[in-house]
T-cell receptor, first 113, second 113 residues
């Protein structure tokens, strides 16, 4: 029974395309996150939502648009994909925005050709 | 802004050797501290966390970490490593409140037989 799940696991696409990554958590958490892990394994927060509201938006290009249809889902849509977007994208969730452990999904490896 | 330094990029140890991975953070206020592990090809899993109380924290799989406030440090230790501990280890910190979790650049641990 996966706590935080993401689809797809792998995504290979051409430059300029638009793609989405989906994330779902069944932990009943209020807060969800998107992280980007680059080729050097460096992890950086992109967005955070609490109760479907955006609370953290780190300097991410506006080609990236998160959408939270409900507390259990946080999807990431990326427009006009660029080579530099190639990375592993991790979704995470926590009970609250602070003082809470974050649970991570399995990651989506995005390769832009 | 908060920053996290992990001084060891790659550590190579023989089985049964003792491990200590360094982690220092920059912000001097009240912080939450975490160590996560990422096994090859897998998602991040929490090893241990510190919010308050006893500065010596015990986590899973025999890992522990000590919070030393005066040194802004939260070093990870294990008395005797196993081959299965081969992984990437990430230290992470956030300030109390709705602040993002900031990760260090990770330390790759390779345990050889």
């Amino acid at each position: 029974d996966t706590a935080v799940s993401q689809t797809p696991k792998y995504l290979v696409t051409q430059m300029g395309n638009d793609k989405s990554i989906k994330c779902e958590q069944n932990l009943g958490h209020d807060t969800m996150y998107w992280y980007k892990q680059d080729s050097k394994k460096f992890l950086k927060i992109m967005f955070s939502y609490n109760n479907k509201e955006l609370i953290i938006n780190e300097t991410v290009p506006n080609r990236f648009s998160p959408k939270s249809p409900d507390k259990a889902h946080l999807n990431l849509h990326i427009n006009s994909l660029e080579l530099g977007d190639s990375a592993v994208y991790f979704c995470a969730s926590s009970q609250a925005p602070s003082n809470s452990e974050q649970f991570f999904g399995p990651g989506t490896r995005l390769t832009v050709l | 802004a908060q920053s996290v330094s992990q001084h060891n990029h790659h550590v190579i140890l023989s089985e049964a050797a003792s491990l200590e991975l360094g982690c220092n953070y920059s912000y001097g206020g009240t912080v939450n501290l975490f160590w996560y592990v990422q096994y090859p090809g897998q998602h991040l899993q929490l090893l241990l966390k510190y919010f308050s109380g006893d500065p010596l924290v015990k986590g899973i799989k025999g890992f522990e970490a000590e919070f030393i406030k005066s040194k802004f440090s939260f070093n990870l230790r294990k008395p005797s490593v196993q081959w299965s501990d081969t992984a990437e280890y990430f230290c992470a910190v956030n300030d109390r409140g709705n602040t993002p979790l900031v990760f260090g650049k990770g330390t790759r641990l390779s345990v050889i037989a």
